[in-house]
T-cell receptor, first 111, second 112 residues
Framework: KQEVTQIPAALSVPEGENLVLNCSFT??????LQWFRQDPGKGLTSLLL?????REQTSGRLNASLDKSSGRSTLYIAASQPGDSATYLC??????????FGQGTELSVKP | DVKVTQSSRYLVKRTGEKVFLECVQD?????MFWYRQDPGLGLRLIYF???????EKGDIPEGYSVSREKKERFSLILESASTNQTSMYLC???????????FGEGSWLTVV
């Protein structure tokens, strides 16, 4: 059974820092991996989607990498801003089509 | 932009009531999903659908049913609401299995 883990559960950084969020999964037979952002009380906003054949994806200050063999993905955020404060979730889609989520990392960027 | 709309943001229902949560997407997506999100448990898949009139059970289907009569609309039904179904419910859609998944804003359901 696929399990997705995100460590740390919470992270606080000063504005301007570069940071890395981690996601690990137990079964490497994935279809794709997606990173989301969730603001309090709101739905999820898709940030980046990495197909199983890809190594990384970039969007603006965000860069996501995927290493299937080690069961890991990272989300790199450059020059963090207070507006980046949110919970970040990763989710893997397995071959059966189900999307399985991690518990998320709650990020706080202090001005 | 893709828009996934959940018609009710906040609902309060009584135990035993039948509850309908409606979700509509405007991008002709094939796949639609219903999740619930609870503190400490994360997002859990209730049901999903790959096509009109087609449905598949997720990880926690007990106490729920779904309906997809039209491609753009996916309804979640609580046949007899119970207090342990108090939660935030999230609807999502994607064009196909390999594409980005888009979520609605969520529906907060309280069962008293």
């Amino acid at each position: 059974k696929q399990e997705v883990t995100q460590i740390p559960a919470a992270l606080s950084v000063p504005e301007g820092e570069n940071l890395v969020l981690n996601c690990s999964f137990t079964d490497s037979a994935i279809y794709n991996l997606q990173w989301f952002r969730q603001d309090p009380g709101k739905g999820l906003t898709s940030l980046l989607l990495i197909q199983s054949s890809q190594r990384e994806q970039t969007s603006g200050r965000l860069n996501a990498s995927l290493d299937k063999s080690s069961g890991r993905s990272t989300l790199y955020i450059a020059a963090s801003q207070p507006g980046d404060s949110a919970t970040y979730l990763c989710a893997v889609k397995n071959q059966g089509g189900k999307l399985i989520f991690g518990q998320g990392t709650e990020l706080s960027v202090k001005p | 932009d893709v828009k996934v709309t959940q018609s009710s943001r906040y609902l309060v229902k009584r135990t035993g009531e039948k509850v309908f949560l409606e979700c509509v997407q405007d991008m002709d997506h094939e796949n639609m999903f219903w999740y619930r999100q609870d503190p400490g448990l994360g997002l859990r898949l209730i049901y999903f659908s790959y096509d009109v009139k087609m449905k598949e059970k997720g990880d926690i289907p007990e106490g729920y049913s779904v309906s997809r009569e039209k491609k753009e609309r996916f309804s979640l039904i609580l046949e007899s609401a119970s207090t342990n179904q108090t939660s935030m419910y999230l609807c999502a859609s994607s064009l196909t299995a390999g594409n980005t998944i888009y979520f609605g804003e969520g529906s907060w359901l309280t069962v008293v």
